[in-house]
């Protein structure tokens, strides 16, 4: 009875020095809300009754040898969705991406499937340290603790790469060539689920997926927060 309302007080205290806040507006919300009702209602989701089911994009970009099995993006990176990314990125906003990494997880659910683990696009240390944490990481946080699901750093970034937004489809593609290197003692045998802020030309998640397929993963999906259409009707 004493544990549980001194664990009532705690939250009760957390909840009035840290609110949850929506990643849109800033406004206060619930603890367990994913947004404001008025943001909810203007959010630019994807409709993927058009797009590849492997690569999530209306032009597919899957390539000869298609690597990722399933991938699902939530909103079109645009309105409210690029600001809130923009904010989370460059703002230093952390923790917008806990009530983003729900809207993560529940598009997760209703594609279905199990996943044995959620593992993040790794940024460099330098590029950490610079910014203060990943955002990719703490989406996938949020979208392990909403599905019950283990989040696992087993990808990291070998080497310092240029911006992936100041560089053309070819260029991306070359740019993160053999960027990471995933651990085998980690990810052997198991079904993973590669977590990203942004899908552009799906550079990152195939060098991502293709080192988690050589340390031997048995399937590779992806779930992003927003999806760069340039072609949206």
Known sequence: MKADFCRRILAWIIDALFPLRCPFCGDVIDRNAECCEVCFAK??????KDSCTRCGKRECVCGSVPLITMTRPVFYYEELASHAVLRMKFAHR??????????????VQKEG?????????????RKVRRRGYNQSELLGRSVAERLNIPLNTALRKTRETKAQHTLDEQER??????????????????RVLLCDDVLTTGATLKEGA??????????VGAVVLCCVERNRV
Do not use: C, H
């Open 94 to 107: 952390p923790g917008t991406a806990i009530a983003l990494g729900r809207f993560m997880a529940d598009a």
């Open 210 to 219: 293709k080192a988690l397929l050589q340390a031997g993963a048995s399937e």
């Open 173 to 190: 593609a070359k740019n993160l060539l053999g960027a990471y290197q995933a651990d085998p003692a980690l990810v052997q045998g198991k």
């Open 113 to 125: 499937g199990s996943w044995d683990m959620i593992v993040p696009v790794p940024m460099t240390k």
């Open 43 to 48: 959010l630019p989701f994807a409709d993927l």
